[in-house]
């Protein structure tokens, strides 16, 4: 059974997840480690959230929602390290946590970017994000309102 809840990464289990997404050649929670500990990102914006997944009591994926820096638009958000555990892809967790992420988002964002990976861009693309131009700060965008 699949558990989402507010996260942040003194949480059981996310140094195991770290390991295995620098394994892979990710730096996406790496980030989310630094950023947390030096205290320039810890998700308290308006609009702002980050989840954990659980399976069991094994964390599995995180995700965050934060306004996005890169954006000028008053009203843009960012999906933010969104990493799946390996044993637990194709499970419905990326998908899960993406839903939870634009739970309410609607209430501070208009829409979300993301600067996903290529290897995710098919991912994003079943979510309902569409891809960007080449070049910026982000691959993809869902629109929310």
Known sequence: MLTLAAFDPGAAGFS??????QGEGHR???????????GSNRFLLPGEVIFG??????????CGRNVD???TGPRAGR????YVAQRARRDGVG???IAAICEGAAEHFDYLNTNAPETAFA????MGFV?????GHATHRLMLA
Do not use: I, T
């Open 28 to 38: 996406m929670l790496l980030r989310l480690a630094e950023n947390w500990a030096n």
């Open 131 to 135: 891809p960007l131009a080449a070049g």
């Open 16 to 21: 195991a997840l770290l390991a295995e997404s």
């Open 79 to 82: 999906v933010r390290h969104l």
């Open 69 to 71: 820096p890169h954006d």
């Open 95 to 97: 998908r899960a946590l």
């Open 53 to 62: 997944a659980w399976s069991g009591d094994v964390l599995v994926g995180v």
């Open 123 to 126: 991912f994003y693309e079943r």
